[in-house]
């Protein structure tokens, strides 16, 4: 059974080889330009009316912003080892606050 991603890169690909800025691109489905370079970058999945209407745009099918893994070709770019962030009890730079102290739990 083939298996189909999602791959962001060949947003990108398409865009380019169509002459389109990204700029272009949001204001012709109505979205903001960084919704383009986040879903270029893999960091935001169009809806599928929105990725319909870029392969319109960029004279594409919208099968081919999809990869199909039994081609060989491999899926999606992985995003990295991302750690999460920690909050702080201490206050931000230039704050006057005292540093709060951690309850005990």
């Known amino acids: 059974m083939?298996?189909?991603?999602?791959?962001?890169?060949?947003?990108k690909s398409a865009r380019e080889?169509?002459?389109i800025s990204p700029e272009q691109a949001a204001a012709a489905i109505g979205v903001h330009r960084t919704t383009i370079y986040d879903a270029e970058r893999g960091k935001h999945?169009?809806?599928a009316d929105r990725a319909a209407s870029l392969a319109t745009l960029y004279g594409v099918s919208l099968e081919?912003?999809?990869t199909h893994e039994a081609d060989g070709t491999s899926a999606a770019p992985a995003r990295g080892n991302r750690t999460p962030r920690r909050r702080s009890?201490?206050?931000g730079p230039?704050?006057?606050e005292e540093p709060r102290?951690?309850?005990a739990v």
Not at 2 to 11: C, H, I, N, R
């Open 2 to 11: 083939t298996s189909t991603a999602w791959a962001p890169e060949k947003l």
């Open 89 to 91: 009890n201490a206050p």
């Open 17 to 19: 080889a169509a002459g």
């Open 45 to 47: 999945v169009l809806r």
């Open 64 to 66: 081919q912003f999809f």
């Open 101 to 103: 102290e951690q309850s």
């Open 94 to 96: 230039g704050s006057t």
